[in-house]
Structure formats: structure tokens, C-alpha cells
């Protein structure tokens, strides 16, 4: 099993960008039926949920509402996060998860840093 997370990079507050989580190795049934979601790891904080797909449901950090959206393409086991409007505090190393049945998978990060 393999997740690459990609597209993170220097922004300006304001600016969006588009992360995207590319796996291999899940089985197509597992992938959609597993929990899904990125998270991100600030210097010197806890890695903190951004928005994770349960069962359906989707939740999402309070500090990012109505600036992401966390998407799936189950057919090619991939995993999206649209961010919008982009706030200094939303620097740091974003991390994609698919927690199975069977484990916990994460990937290695892409980097987003927002100069204000």
C-alpha cells in the first residue's frame, strides 16, 4: 500500500491550491468503504484532522469550513482537497489517511506554506 500526497507549495494568503492524494495497493471495495481524510501537522503542533470522509460523512475542521472540500475518486483510489482562501495559519505538512479495516495507512505530506 502507497499513498503520495502532492500539489502543496508557497501561496499567498488568499490563493488556493489543490492537494491530492494518489494510492495504489486498495482494493477498490476496501478503499470506499474506509475512512478517508487529510490531515495536517503545523511546527510544534499536533497533527490535527483538515476534513475526513466517514462513512459518507464528511467533517471538517471548524477553521477550514467553507474553505475546503475533500473530494474521492474511488475508480482511481484518489483523494482531493480543495483549499480556498488561504490563511497564514493554514501552513504546515498535509497528510492524506485511509484507515481500513485491516490498518492505518498515511502518506508522506506535501508541504503548504501561506505567506501573509
Known amino acids: 500500500v502507497q499513498l503520495q500526497a502532492f500539489g502543496g507549495g508557497l501561496v499567498q494568503a488568499g490563493g488556493s491550491l489543490k492537494l491530492t492524494c494518489a494510492t495504489s495497493g486498495f482494493i477498490t471495495s476496501v478503499f470506499a468503504a474506509s475512512n478517508i481524510g487529510w490531515y495536517r501537522q503545523a511546527p510544534g503542533n499536533q497533527r490535527e484532522p483538515v476534513a475526513v470522509?466517514?462513512?459518507?460523512?464528511?467533517n471538517y475542521a471548524e477553521s477550514v469550513k467553507c474553505r475546503a472540500t475533500i473530494s474521492l475518486d474511488t475508480s482511481r483510489k484518489r483523494v482531493y482537497l480543495q483549499m480556498n482562501g488561504l490563511k497564514s495559519e493554514d501552513t504546515g505538512v498535509y497528510l492524506c489517511n485511509v484507515a481500513t479495516s485491516y490498518g492505518d495507512f498515511w502518506g508522506q505530506g506535501t508541504q503548504v506554506t501561506v505567506s501573509s
Open positions: 470522509v466517514n462513512r459518507g460523512h464528511i
